[in-house]
T-cell receptor, first 115, second 112 residues
Framework: DTGVSQNPRHKITKRGQNVTFRCDPISEHNRLYWYRQTLGQGPEFLTYFQNEAQLEKSRLLSDRFSAERPKGSFSTLEIQRTEQGDSAMYLC???WGQGAQDEQYFGPGTRLTVT | GESVGLHLPTLSVQEGDNSIINCAYSNSASDYFIWYKQESGKGPQFIIDIRSNMDKRQGQRVTVLLNKTVKHLSLQIAATQPGDSAVYFCAENGDTGNQFYFGTGTSLTVIP
């Protein structure tokens, strides 16, 4: 257990529905990252926050995806109008520091299945 | 995006032998690299990192080698144990330094 928690651990939804995932990072960590991982592949960066500010977004993050970190603590990732191609593991990671050269601690992920 | 790939998708080793997992990266601007271990049903776990001003770094039973000339990274695991069975990813921080690009992964199986 790294101290990063994600909920729910599994989510099955029908195509077209909206889903929201939550990540609780290690409490003193100022950076929070979201990744997507499909079977047999490495995690793909989606976005990251420094405190409450969303500083970078990948081009993978379409306009159906939105992430928030309103108080600089927990974060939510929402996917609107889900598509089957959204089925993946969504991973959250947190770190303490000012740059990417700080160890990221990953949560267990939320596995999304879109039927 | 970046291209971080692994030469072998699967690797089987006998318990007690040494394991070597290789990784090629494409972005010469990357200056920080990490090896992660991911067990089934879990998120990636940090193993060891190396900065571009180093060629070698050792941890407990693990060594990472960086060859910037050919953009190659390797992870050596000494005296491999059954608990080392997992998928191993290398990751680089790319142009901006704020994103990490992961390779496809190598599945390591340790045969008792």
């Amino acid at each position: 257990d790294t101290g990063v928690s994600q909920n729910p651990r599994h989510k099955i939804t029908k195509r077209g529905q909206n889903v929201t995932f939550r990540c609780d990072p290690i409490s003193e960590h100022n950076r929070l990252y979201w990744y997507r991982q499909t079977l047999g592949q490495g995690p793909e960066f989606l976005t990251y926050f420094q405190n409450e500010a969303q500083l970078e977004k990948s081009r993978l993050l379409s306009d159906r995806f939105s992430a928030e970190r309103p108080k600089g603590s927990f974060s939510t990732l929402e996917i609107q109008r889900t598509e089957q191609g959204d089925s993946a593991m969504y991973l959250c990671a947190s770190s303490w520091g000012q740059g990417a050269q700080d160890e990221q601690y990953f949560g267990p992920g939320t596995r999304l299945t879109v039927t | 995006g970046e291209s971080v790939g692994l030469h072998l998708p699967t690797l089987s080793v006998q318990e007690g032998d040494n394991s070597i997992i290789n990784c090629a990266y494409s972005n010469s601007a990357s200056d920080y690299f990490i090896w992660y271990k991911q067990e089934s049903g879990k998120g990636p776990q940090f193993i060891i990192d190396i900065r571009s001003n180093m060629d070698k770094r050792q941890g407990q039973r693990v060594t990472v080698l960086l060859n910037k000339t050919v953009k190659h990274l390797s992870l050596q695991i000494a005296a491999t144990q059954p608990g080392d069975s997992a998928v191993y990813f290398c990751a680089e921080n790319g142009d901006t330094g704020n994103q990490f690009y992961f390779g496809t992964g190598t599945s390591l199986t340790v045969i008792p």
